[in-house]
């Protein structure tokens, strides 16, 4: 529910973590059981909203449905089948929502803060000061695909580990002026499937 004095109250919430990254990675597609799992968890969503008499539906797809060659057929699947218009958001877009999120649950005009959203495919950094974005760029650092890429068999881990640790800092320091932002307030946040019904 939306009050003018008090902002949003949630209502119900459904959260999820499909793991549509699943084998993109690698192949470069979402990976068919992953898209069932995940067709399967937005009907389920869309049932608790439509219980809760929600008149409108929102959705957004990010980083592994915009990079993987069926994305689109995935998009039209949820659109034909559980009548819920999904669409495909940039990485900037991504990242100023995650940062919107954030700026909800936490008081962020006092500081320097750097929001981290860590999903399946990526990752957003967004960067404020005093609750005004200066940053947000968006990284091929997701859980999932680091983990295909880097840490699919668990010979020799230590090594591994150590390798991806140094790749990550490499891709970090493209995206990011550490000078500027290394010592600043970390707020990290993670990818799921979240449904918020407001009435």
Known sequence: EYDRASGLRIMDEV?????????????????????????QVLS???????????????????SAVREAENGAEFVL???????????????DTEAAL??????????????????????GGSLELIGAVNGLVE???????GAVRLTELHLDDASDTIRRVRK?????RKQLRKGL?????GTSRLIGSGGTFTSRGSV
């Open 135 to 141: 940053l947000t760029a968006s990284l091929p650092l």
């Open 164 to 168: 991806l640790r140094s790749q990550v």
């Open 98 to 119: 995650s940062y919107r999120s954030v700026a909800y649950h936490f008081k962020l005009d006092a500081s320097r803060t750097l929001v981290a959203d860590i999903g």
């Open 44 to 62: 389920r969503m869309r049932d608790v909203c439509e219980r809760r008499g929600v008149s409108r539906i929102s959705a957004v797809a990010t």
């Open 177 to 181: 002026n550490t000078r500027d932002w």
């Open 77 to 91: 699947r949820v659109q034909e089948e559980i009548g819920i218009p999904l669409r495909i958001i940039d990485g």
């Open 15 to 39: 959260r999820e973590q499909p793991r549509l990254a699943q084998g993109h990675a690698k192949t470069g597609r979402l990976d068919d059981a992953a898209i069932e799992h995940a067709v």
